[in-house]
């Protein structure tokens, strides 16, 4: 059983930075391939970013491309999630979601295993 706790939430500023963390437990980490998605008040969880096991493949969504960095840690068993020039539309709950062998990165129900997620609040 895969446990995922992250950190990094917060409120900020539009224009601002926030970086987020994964920090994953219960199978080995090199194995896991991982995403990011969010969910705002009313809408439904929307994909992120994902990572492949090997940190070799990264995926973003249209919204985040070139403001969001997704990473592999693995001497700390941890992802992140670098997020610059944050705007109010990045107003959300975050959630690490992670899997062994996922076929889609950007489909939630490609991933068995969530964290508790973290709120991020980002004012205009």
């Known amino acids: 059983q895969v446990q995922l706790v992250e950190s990094g939430g917060g409120s900020v500023q539009a224009g601002d930075s926030l970086r987020l963390s994964c920090a994953a437990s219960?199978?080995?980490?090199?194995?896991?391939?991982m995403g990011w998605f969010r969910q705002a008040p009313g809408k439904e969880r929307e994909f992120v970013a994902a990572?492949?096991?090997?940190?070799?493949?990264?995926m973003y969504a249209d919204s985040v491309q070139g403001r969001f960095t997704i990473s592999k840690d693995f001497a700390k068993n941890t992802m992140y999630l670098q997020m610059i020039m944050l705007k109010s539309e990045d107003t959300a709950v975050y959630y690490c979601?992670?899997?062994?062998?996922?076929?889609?990165?950007?489909?939630?129900?490609?991933?068995?295993?969530w964290g508790q997620g973290t709120q991020v609040t980002v004012s205009s």
């Open positions: 990572i492949s096991w090997a940190g070799a493949t990264k």
């Open positions: 979601a992670s899997g062994v062998g996922t076929r889609d990165l950007t489909q939630p129900n490609h991933y068995p295993y």
């Open positions: 219960g199978h080995t980490f090199s194995e896991l391939a």
